[in-house]
């Protein structure tokens, strides 16, 4: 089970979201988004469920019937909307292009969006949606990267230096393996 976190937002509502982000150390990073997530807001009884990329329903008895399987479609974002018990509004889309609703909110569409179908409103597209780019944090923790030795003579353009303090992490790093080794640590 991944760790249920917090966010807390400007509204009263709550928000918790389970998360991996495989390739971290090794191989391939890769963010894959699937699964459900819940939105709930008790204050008006309201719930929104919407599963990311869900699997497509076969059983044995399905596979008879039908005379073509059903096509998946990947990234596709499918949900609803809940008072209680009772459905009061769908919505459908990919979280890589857009997202609409199929009864539609009130108020007008976001700039620049492109129409979405004729009984839907469309809530959120790529296209319409501004760019945010990453920044790097303004004063990080100590232990952070940028921080070595190495790098900060790196970026000083003193190579030589940088060399030396690099060749100095190595036998650190070299000499710590040893001893986790001769200690019975783990080996990667």
Not at 27 to 56: E, H, I, S, W
Not at 75 to 92: I, M, N, S, Y
Not at 136 to 144: E, F, G, M, N
Request: charged share 25%; aromatic share 8%.
């Amino acid at each position: 089970m991944y760790p249920q976190l917090p966010v807390l937002t400007a509204c009263p509502c709550r928000l918790s979201f389970p998360f991996s982000l495989p390739g971290v150390l090794w191989g391939v990073r890769v963010l894959k988004y699937g699964g459900q997530m819940v939105f709930k807001d008790p204050q008006n009884n309201l719930t929104a469920v919407v599963d990311v990329d869900p699997q497509p329903q076969a059983g044995f008895l399905t596979g008879w019937f039908r005379a073509k399987k059903p096509t998946h479609k990947p990234d596709q974002v499918v949900g609803k909307l809940l008072r209680g018990d009772a459905v009061l509004d769908t919505c459908h889309g990919s979280w890589l292009h857009c997202l609409e609703w199929d009864k539609g909110l009130s108020g007008p569409p976001p700039p620049g969006a492109p129409p979405a179908s004729p009984a839907g409103r469309r809530l959120w597209d790529i296209r319409a949606t501004p760019l945010t780019p990453a920044a790097p944090l303004a004063a990080p923790l100590p232990s952070d990267c940028r921080h070595r030795e190495d790098v900060v003579f790196l970026a000083r353009g003193d190579q030589i230096q940088s060399q030396e303090w690099k060749h100095t992490l190595e036998e650190r790093q070299r000499k710590d393996r040893k001893l986790r080794h001769e200690g019975g640590g783990y080996e990667h």
